[in-house]
């Protein structure tokens, strides 16, 4: 071959490894839309223990065909609070089983020529995706056509170079020592630095199963690439962890410590682990009788084989040493010491590597209900300002409600934007209602931090003019607080619980009776004034925190109905 006929298949080798990384993609996020809500809620219940939390987090990396999805996904749910720790482990562990199937996907696509198979797929997946109610199994059929086309193409791309019969390339991998640990440990860096780069050990799985089925690159180095890159596929989960909270970076690490023993420990049984694998398929690595085409069809099932009995075992061993697992990872992630940092940051939206849609709205709506919590307690600072005597002490909270209300801004902010990310992606319907509603939700809260805001300046005004209300006055105050906290806590759980478990009726009550106790002291208020039983200015003011207070009654209900408007 001359040189223009290897940059031409060169670059059909990195043309394909793009067409299959990009059908990865597809299939991944087409069976995660396929699958919906039901994804959250089976990794939510089904991790009752350890075994139970392996076979989820298995059989959820089969359905999505992606460890990096699953385990991506498993974080979130620590980082929201959904899942412990230690749950969150026993799903990282069937992840890595799951995604095993992967390597035997990809085994037939090197085995089986499904040219025949991938046209009508293209043909049928295009009418689906355009049929728009079966639109996501259409982008599956694509995903997954774009899969095995690219398999098929490295396929002949690996056939076109002829590796087998290079003496330059065989030289090359001859050079290296097969029986040395050092040079298994050099391919095992190989892989994971290079999967590290890539975010893709598809990708590499499919290059090394390409060199190994050409017979150039020995099945020991093949299998320490392997090796290699079950390290490097933490480097997704750990990225996606970086914004997050403690307890996730701890899961995220976890599944770090988890690939690194188990490649410490088949390192050490390094050769008679490969010859068992290799007898379990009846291929023999001292072998020099099979032929070419031989090798094409068993080093791809030996490469699977291996990838499927290294996860399984270690699974094995790791599954009673979770709690072991639990406490290396809190002895070496420690939680932040500053608790003010951790009150002023977004709690389980983490900037980055966004999920999938519905994970993506999950975690808003947990912010959301956090953002609720936090306007609750800065009215509680509210109104522990009208019962303050020293300046200093009223000084200070009046600075730190006044803070709260930047924040406030700030949070509105950051979760629109991502909401408005979420809103970017390929949605259903249902999904961009949700979405529009979370909108409006964040707007309407970021206004109740607003008339606190306004309630705490009318408090200020009120003491820069030396006057005081009444104890009539004040008890009114206090009472209408009442109400109004009630109807901040009942707003809260309807943003947690599901709409059916609220009585929505419940928050109409409330914002009635602020109405009408609103009219009450507007109606007495007059009379007063005009019995003198106090000033006009102090009326005017006392009046100002009754209509707020109102306003505020409108902004929680205008939340209810926003949420209650989601299906």
Known sequence: MTTSDYLIVFMKILGSLALLIYGMKVMSEALQKMAGSQLRHILGAMTTNRFTGMLTGTFITCAVQSSSATTVMTVSFVNAGLLTLAQAISVIMGANIGTTLTA????????????????????????????????????????????????????????????????????????????????????????????????SSAAIMAITILLCSTGVLPIYLGIALVMGENIGTTATVNLAALGANTQARRAAFAHLLFNVFGVVWVLCLFYPFVDMVCRMVGYDPESTTLSAAQKATILPIVLAMFHTC?????????????????????????PKTNKEDDE???????????????????????????????????????????????????????DRIDKYEDRSDDMEVEIAKYLDQVSDA??????????RQMLREISEIESIGD?????????GRRRAAK????????????????LVDDALTQMGAVLVKHKNEVNVDRSFTMENQINNYRSQLRTQNITDVNDHKYTYTIGTMYMDIIQECERLGDFIINVVQARMCMK
């Open 104 to 199: 035997w996907i990809m085994s037939l696509g090197f085995n089986v020529d499904l040219t025949l198979v991938v046209f009508p797929a293209f043909f049928l997946g295009i009418i689906l995706i355009y049929s728009k109610r079966r639109r996501y199994v259409g982008d599956f059929l694509f995903g997954i056509a774009f899969l095995f086309f690219a398999l098929v193409l490295l396929s002949s791309a690996g056939k076109a170079l002829d590796l087998e019969h290079n003496p330059a390339a065989i030289e090359f991998f001859k050079s290296f020592d097969t029986s040395s640990h050092l040079t298994i440990i050099i391919f095992l860096l190989i892989g994971t630095l290079i999967t590290c780069i890539v975010q």
């Open 344 to 398: 002023f940051r977004l709690r389980f939206i983490q900037a980055g590597i966004m999920k999938t849609p519905e994970l993506s709205v999950l975690e808003a709506s947990k912010e959301i209900h956090a953002y609720a919590e936090f306007t609750q307690h800065m009215f509680g600072m509210v109104r522990d300002l009208l019962t303050i005597k020293e300046d200093d002490a009223f000084e200070q909270l009046f």
């Open 467 to 482: 006057d005081e209300f009444t104890e009539a006055q004040f008890d009114n105050i206090n009472q209408m607080f009442e």
């Open 310 to 334: 290294f996860n399984v075992c270690n699974t094995a061993v790791l599954i009673w040493f979770i709690p072991q697992m639990e406490r290396v990872v809190c002895w070496i992630i420690k």
């Open 426 to 435: 390929h949605l259903s319907d249902d999904t961009k209602e949700k979405v």
């Open 451 to 459: 008339s606190c805001l306004h309630i705490a300046r009318t408090i």
